[in-house]
């Protein structure tokens, strides 16, 4: 049964450039009313599809931290009432944007069990900050930081990008030694990319969008690689990298093909082998947990091929890979039996490499992943 769950918080302040995620300008939303349904849906499935225990809690957005105080107390301590009354979460991450997190949101993360925080930097440039449409500056990043050490929390993610417009890599250099000055023990670095509607995609499409090239951008990802190795950092994902200890849990299940709740508009969920899509509207949302307890709009039952084949792209997205035994115990049969073919092909291309009980990409594959991840789709 799932031991993990997400929590979709889909307001926001500002909406940046580049986010496709589902989300909403705040002002005039029915966040009240949100957060009643959040605590009728999270009551409702755990009713119907009993879990052993949640141990790890994401929640994420649009922007938590948009909410005011008293609302975010109350997200906060329902879900804490809900997915854990008991016992406590062995990983309770909250994200946060550095303009809107005040002392008084990390006391009410303190007393609601919160102990991790991913913070939502993706700079520390302010040009490019501007650039992608970043409501905050290096100041507001140092001062949140600030404010996070004083509260005591030690496990903190600092979210960055790379390949942004005009971006060059004495910026990034730049960048990844003010995270690492911070003894940040986790990061998460993306590259940017652009998607249908998006303020980035329509100014693509004018031709007003000045990206570094395919060129550029392998160059800066084996920059981020090197510095964050050589600095303790283990790369233990594509995109993220941790002091050993540090790793994140709860993408960590994602990754592992493991089952998980997803609570919220827009959000989904996995739960023996059928996924669920919930209604992204924040409106209708509220609207489907009146009229019904849930807000499905999307259900469709994952069949064992596609169980297998999930299995080995997400898992292979981990610097450990997969496990070949674990591939066997889950579902009764070999790796090599089902996907013998696209192995094959993709170990003499030298984009992964089968070693004893492990199939992990190889440094090429780590640059041509997606390409990779096709193969099992």
Same mark, same amino acid.
């Given at each position: ?272 082998? $059928? ?6 509207? *924040? =409106? +209708?949302?509220?609207? %489907?947990?009146? &009229?019904?307890?849930? /807000? #499905? !709009? ?55 490499? $089968? ?6 990409? *190889? =440094? +090429?594959?780590?640059? %041509?992943?997606? &390409?990779?991840?096709? /193969? #099992? !789709?």
């Amino acid at each position: 049964m799932a031991r993990a769950a997400y929590v979709h918080i889909p307001f926001c302040e500002h909406i940046c450039h580049y986010c496709d995620f589902n989300k909403y300008f705040l002002n005039g939303q029915p966040v009240d009313d949100y957060l009643t349904s959040l605590a009728i849906e999270m009551t409702n499935a755990l009713r119907r599809y009993p879990s052993e225990g949640i141990e790890t809690v994401y929640i994420g957005g649009g922007t938590p931290t948009a909410l005011n105080e008293v609302q975010f107390s109350r997200l906060l301590h329902g879900i804490r009432e809900r997915l854990a009354p008991s016992r406590g979460i062995s990983e309770f991450t909250v994200e946060a944007n550095p303009e809107n997190l005040t002392k008084t949101k990390l006391t009410t993360m303190k007393e609601a069990g919160v102990n991790r925080i991913s913070l939502g930097v993706q700079s520390f440039e302010d040009s490019l900050l501007a650039a992608v449409g970043r409501p905050h500056t290096e100041k507001h990043v140092h001062d949140a930081i600030e404010l996070i050490s004083e509260a005591g929390f030690d496990n903190v993610s600092i979210d960055l990008m790379f390949r942004l417009p005009g971006q060059t890599r004495e910026q990034l250099a730049s960048t990844l030694e003010t995270a690492l000055s911070y003894g940040t023990k986790h990061i998460s670095i993306y590259s940017l990319q652009v998607e249908p509607r998006t303020v980035f995609y329509n100014r693509l499409k004018k031709g007003r969008l000045p990206l570094p090239d395919e060129d550029a951008e392998a160059e800066m990802y084996e920059q981020i690689i090197e510095t964050l190795g050589s600095r303790g950092l283990r790369q233990y994902e594509i995109s993220n990298f941790a002091v050993p200890g540090y790793e994140s849990r709860h993408n960590t299940m994602y990754w592992q093909n493991e089952d998980y709740y997803g609570f919220g508009a827009g959000a989904h969920g996995y739960l023996k082998n $059928v996924r669920r899509v919930n209604a992204g509207w *924040t =409106k +209708k949302y509220i609207r %489907l947990i009146k &009229e019904k307890g849930d /807000a #499905f !709009v999307e259900e469709s039952r994952v069949s064992l091929r596609e169980q297998m084949g999930d299995h080995l792209f997400l898992g292979l997205r981990m610097a450990d890979g997969v496990s070949r035994t674990g591939f066997f115990r889950r579902f009764g049969v070999r790796a090599e039996e089902v996907f013998g073919g696209e192995l094959e092909t993709l170990a003499g291309r030298k984009w992964i490499e $089968v070693a004893d009980d492990r199939i992990f990409l *190889t =440094k +090429k594959g780590l640059f %041509l992943g997606n &390409e990779v991840f096709q /193969a #099992f !789709v």
